[in-house]
């Protein structure tokens, strides 16, 4: 919201600089976002008339122009492109010097332009520091008058002030509530005219007001007006109007914008004429009734929302906009002066709704005091009056609640004392509050009591009284203490601390971190193998980009993938957060973490992936199986179909699935845009059931007293049989003196004719005594045999 | 006899010990080596002639000639390789580049969470991570004396889930499905189940409608809660000046600006002095001299009654004295400490994944 400050000046004495006032405001009561200083206009700067326009002979996006200034005409260079015959210009005669908002000021020098001398300039909006830029030159109304000084002339060499109320505040969204807070921040008096209506109603238009729905519409307060002639406003009022960003329309208009500007109270006004029987009634509309408002636009509305109806039609769209068909125009000569008061959460509703937002919704929704309105009316009287002295008060209407006493409300300077940590003597609480408009009484016991007026809604509770004191007298008077006090050790959440050290350990071992939104498109869903409407959907998502709530991490990873191939080779990332499940109930959240190993493509990062989650596994005393997982099974991992189906493996801790690990199929990466010349494989942990199967505290195993015998052996099987099967085996057979058999090579190339031909190093030990090479070869070869009777292998 | 024999080679065995020690090349040692141990060398004169001893004699003297010579070899052996060393050493480039680990890291927003976890922890706050992101009206807006159709609604625009509207399983909460717009939502679900005193900190992810330079659809939060009987808003400051200086790690001011939050009364924004110009003024701070952080205040009467706490107090209670708990509550970004420390103008860089960005940190 826009004010201004010579109009702020009106009610309250200003003694400080404005930006001080600017920090004052904002640390105090309404942040100020911006202060945007007057224009301050060159007195060389006048207004001209473009008398003729010709071509530039040197230039062709140059022409020349005639410009009238009134005691002389001028012949000058002109660029702008909207430059016509007629108009109404703003001319920098030489010496003028120019502001503009950015940059440094120009003082105006005779020019040659292109071989043409140009004794002046005719100026854009951004030459005369009125915006940031600007296509063309600025052109005036064809009333403007020529020579005139142009500051003269354009007048609003205001200083304007962009003001962020506080949502609950509706008291500050006028001049006077925001100079109210001035005087009660800087200690100045405030100055409120209490204009009275003191002519009396003639009563020849009648008009009956009814209000069928109280709940909507607490209070109606109008007065018809007859007499009235539609002109332009005088000049303070449209200047007021533009400092504050509104466009001047005519008296009656501009009225109803100054007073809402003043006050904070919209108004409406109403051509009398049009109102059919004499008659409105403000009402609740029902469903699919139509009423078109102001911009043509026809409304169709449902039930509830609130609405003026004459004796024949529908009228207003209440509290939101006029209706078309009451709207003045410029025969309008009786009015209806509508100052109402609808209700917040109505005409919140109806404005959503209906899509529809204006200014005097911003108002009525954070709760326009009820008790103001017949002030509100007495004064735009005065002012029309002042206009048109022959108009005439033909009926004062006030209808519903006129009657809105202060709230009380009890105020313990010790509970203040208690809640902020700072006390004040009781003067000071009590002219802080008065400052603000509010009665203060003593009570018993050294208590206040304060009265609260009708404009300050938001003020119910004592907590919110000594808010009001806390930022009047200066949160910046605040101690800054140590919180102390008895308290038992917290508990701790559980696994957080196992999870910080997961991501910890995973990085380690060479991943990068990343964090995708958790937003995913139909898109996306459908790359990575899945169905959309198995996912969670956002019902307003900002873009179809982020429609669905993820439920694997595989999609988000590799568009990241994609993005960053060119800039690495060799890239290993993961991601750990929260994926998101549609139930038949309640949506549930799923903590998972996933790791993408990427390589070229003739290493295999499958085994990578296998070995990275292994690594993690041990780190946290996990004791795991793995199997293989079939096509068709479902193991928690939504986005199994993204993954090779022959080649993957899911982590078992007991029966619960703890983790998977999968290359990643080359067709899926081709739909991500990820080249085919490199392997890329996926592994996943399922933090609950991971952690739970982690024994946090590991057990000792004592060391060996006696040495190993250390031997290799090598053999060809044929390919389809499993290393887990044969490593079964060899335990099996290797009994209790085979303490550990190691795989260290695994050859399938040529060399091994079609078979797979795998090396192990074996060790064996016994606890009791030096284990003799002869009783170790015995079972080494005890080994051997069993696996040629198991499965044909041959030694090599 | 023999005692000759013995102090002959004690003294041939010193000798060639201390040549030895002196040589600094290979040339020169090899030569050592056969003036000793050579065919012709000294020592092996001396084994040579043993056979000459009476057999009384014969294995002591062998014995100690034997363990002579093998203390030449091993001390030949031990200079050879270390003049052979020092010889490659000359032939290595140091200043080549040594060999890197593979390189991984976390994401600054974990980073930063880190920190503030540990911070928190420290201060005795419990640290809540895992509540839900796919919140109910209920906690994240009602409970917080936000109802609905509060104008206070539009300063978050909420994400809705579609087609949710039911009770949430043993939450206590019913209404519509949203995406959480501030991890205040964890308020009421700790104070519902504990009695204070307490001190909490909840951490995550939040969701707004909203992107631009500054803000993006998903980002984190933490919201800090503490209740006791006497917890003052001189507390909240005193608070947040140490948390601040600790996140940015530097000594901050920390102020306090009206501000409307429904669920704290009295109610402020917090701004910390400007890290970075020292309060100056510079183009971070917007030449003001502070970095808006977050909001904060004392938690609303009825914030603490809808919790359960405070059953007696209300609109209808004539006198302060029957008020038990009170606390603050503060609640900002993750992200926005992280950019200020190191300079980052730009949020969405958090969650473009750009691996040059990441790692940087």
């Given at each position: 919201m826009k004010v201004s400050l010579s109009w702020l000046k009106d009610y309250v004495n200003i003694k400080i600089p404005v930006d001080k006032l600017a920090e004052e405001l904002t640390m105090r009561s309404i942040e100020v976002n911006t202060v945007e200083k007057g224009a301050q206009f060159d007195g060389q700067i006048v207004i001209g008339r473009v008398v003729v326009v010709s071509k530039h002979p040197n230039a062709d996006k140059l022409r020349l122009a005639v410009v009238d200034i009134g005691r002389e005409k001028l012949k000058v260079v002109c660029g702008a492109a909207n430059l016509e015959e007629g108009q109404k210009i703003v001319f920098g005669q030489i010496g003028a010097v120019l502001r503009p908002l950015k940059g440094d000021e120009v003082k105006l020098k005779k020019a040659v332009i292109r071989g043409i001398e140009s004794p002046g300039m005719i100026l854009s909006e951004m030459e005369l520091g009125l915006s940031e830029e600007a296509r063309g030159i600025m052109v005036l109304p064809d009333d403007a008058p020529v020579g005139k000084k142009f500051r003269d002339y354009f007048g609003t060499n205001d200083t304007v002030l962009d003001l962020d109320v506080l949502s609950n505040r509706p008291d500050c969204m006028g001049h006077i509530g925001v100079a109210r807070e001035i005087a009660a921040i800087t200690g100045s008096r405030l100055n409120l005219p209490r204009p009275k209506l003191k002519d009396k109603p003639q009563k020849n238009c009648p008009l009956k007001v009814e209000i069928a729905d109280q709940k909507i519409c607490p209070r109606y307060s109008a007065l018809v007006i007859s007499g009235l002639e539609i002109k332009d406003s005088p000049k303070i009022i449209q200047d007021r109007l533009k400092s504050c960003g509104f466009r001047p329309i005519n008296n009656v208009v501009d009225l109803t914008n100054y007073l809402m500007l003043d006050l904070g109270q919209p108004f409406h006004a109403f051509d009398y004429d049009k109102v059919e029987g004499s008659f409105m009634r403000v009402r609740a509309a029902k469903n699919n009734e139509v009423v078109t408002t102001l911009d043509s636009v026809p409304r169709k509305l449902t039930s509830g929302i609130p609405i003026i109806e004459d004796g024949k039609k529908l009228i207003d769209l209440a509290g939101i906009m006029g209706g078309e068909n009451s709207e003045i125009d410029k025969k309008t000569v009786t009015i209806v002066l509508q100052a109402a008061v609808f209700e917040a959460i109505a005409i919140r509703r109806a404005s959503r709704i209906l899509g529809h937002r204006t200014g005097a919704v911003g108002l009525f929704e954070k709760g326009v005091d009820p008790a103001g309105t017949m002030d509100a009316l007495a004064k735009a009287y005065d002012i029309l009056k002042k206009q048109l002295p022959d108009i005439k008060l033909e009926l004062i209407v006030d209808e519903g609640r006129s009657s809105f006493p202060a709230c009380q409300i009890p105020l313990n300077p010790k509970r203040a004392e208690d809640l902020l940590g700072l006390s004040w003597d009781q003067a000071k609480i009590k002219s802080a509050l008065v400052s603000l408009g509010m009665g203060v009484e003593k009570n018993q016991k050294n208590n206040l009591l304060v009265s609260v007026p009708s404009f300050r809604p938001d003020l119910s509770i004592e907590e919110d009284l000594i808010e009001e004191v806390a930022r009047i007298l200066g949160y910046d008077l605040l101690p800054e203490t140590v919180i102390s006090g008895d308290l038992a050790p917290p508990e701790q959440e559980k696994d957080r601390r196992f999870s910080q050290e997961l991501s910890q350990y995973t990085a380690s071992l060479g991943f990068q971190e990343v964090i995708n939104y958790s937003f995913i498109s139909g898109q996306l869903i459908s790359r990575a193998?899945?169905?959309?409407?198995?996912h969670i959907e956002v019902a307003n998502p900002l873009s179809d980009e982020q429609k669905y709530m993820r439920s694997e991490h595989l999609s988000s990873l590799l568009s990241c993938l994609a993005k960053n191939i060119r800039i690495k080779e060799e890239i290993r990332l993961f991601e750990f957060g929260q994926v998101y499940f549609k139930t038949k109930s309640v949506p549930e959240e799923k903590l998972i973490l996933s790791g993408l190993i990427v390589l070229q493509k003739n290493e295999d990062s499958f085994f990578q992936a296998k070995g990275a989650l292994a690594g993690i596994m041990e780190h946290f005393n996990i004791n795991w199986s793995e199997e293989e997982i079939s096509p068709d099974q479902n193991v928690l991992c939504p986005y199994w179909s993204a993954c090779d189906q022959s080649g993957a493996v899911k982590y078992l801790s007991g029966k619960k699935v703890i983790g998977t690990c999968a290359p990643v199929n080359s067709a899926v990466l081709d739909k991500f845009d990820i080249p085919s010349d490199i392997s890329v494989s996926l592994m996943t942990v399922f933090f609950d059931a991971f952690s739970a199967a982690s024994q946090k505290i590991k057990e000792f195993s004592p060391l060996p007293k006696y040495p190993s015998v250390y031997l290799d052996m090598a053999f060809t099987v044929s390919p389809e049989i499993m290393y887990k099967d044969i490593e079964a085996a060899i335990y099996k057979a290797g009994?209790?003196?085979?303490?550990k058999a190691e795989l260290f090579d695994v050859y399938t190339g040529k060399q091994a004719r079609g078979q797979k031909s795998l090396a192990f190093h074996l060790e064996y030990r016994a606890d009791d005594r030096t284990l003799e090479l002869s009783e170790a070869q015995g079972l080494h070869d005890q080994i051997a045999g069993k696996l040629k009777k198991l499965f044909g292998a041959e030694l090599r | 006899m023999s005692d000759t024999i013995q102090s002959n080679l004690e003294e041939l065995k010193e000798r060639a010990l201390a040549e030895i020690a002196k040589v600094r090349d290979s040339k020169s040692l090899r030569s050592l080596e056969l003036k000793y141990l050579g065919r012709h060398g000294e020592l092996t004169r001396v084994l040579r002639n043993i056979k000459d001893l009476s057999a009384d004699l014969r294995p002591r003297i062998g014995q100690l000639a034997n363990e002579v010579r093998d203390e030449l070899k091993s001390a030949l052996n031990r200079t050879e390789k270390s003049v052979a060393g020092q010889k490659s050493q000359r032939n290595i480039d140091v200043t080549l580049p040594g060999k890197k680990p593979v390189k991984g890291g976390l994401h600054p927003v974990t980073q930063m969470l880190n920190e503030i976890w540990r911070i928190f922890e420290s201060m005795n706050f419990q640290v809540i991570t895992r509540d839900p992101e796919i919140e109910t009206d209920y906690f994240n807006f009602e409970s917080l004396n936000i109802p609905p159709d509060h104008p206070a609604r539009d300063m978050q625009d909420t994400f809705y889930i579609r087609g949710a509207r039911r009770a949430r399983e043993g939450r206590g909460g019913e209404g519509d499905l949203l995406l959480r717009t501030h991890t205040t939502a964890s308020q009421l679900h700790f104070m519902k189940d504990h009695k204070p005193p307490f001190r909490v900190i909840s951490t995550g992810k939040c969701y707004r409608r909203d992107s631009d330079v500054t803000h993006t659809p998903m980002f984190h939060q933490f919201d800090g809660f503490a209740v006791d009987r006497d917890i003052t808003m001189a507390d909240l400051k005193g608070t947040l000046k140490v948390i601040m200086s600790e996140i940015l790690g530097k000594e901050v001011k920390v102020r306090f600006r009206i501000s409307y939050f429904p669920f704290v009364e009295p109610g402020a924004e917090f701004d910390v002095s400007c890290t970075l110009c020292q309060g100056k003024g510079c183009s971070t701070c917007k030449h003001t001299g502070w970095l808006e952080m977050g909001g904060c205040g004392m938690i609303h009467p009825n914030v603490l009654r809808e919790a359960g706490l405070n059953s007696d107090s209300g609109p209808a209670r004539a006198l302060s004295s029957k008020v038990h708990w009170q606390g603050y509550a503060f609640g900002f970004g993750v992200e926005r400490p992280f950019m200020i420390r190191h300079k980052i103008s730009d949020l969405r860089l958090f969650f473009d994944n750009d691996l040059r960005f990441l790692e940087q940190f």
């Open positions: 193998g899945l169905k959309a409407e198995d009994g209790k003196l085979l303490s | -």
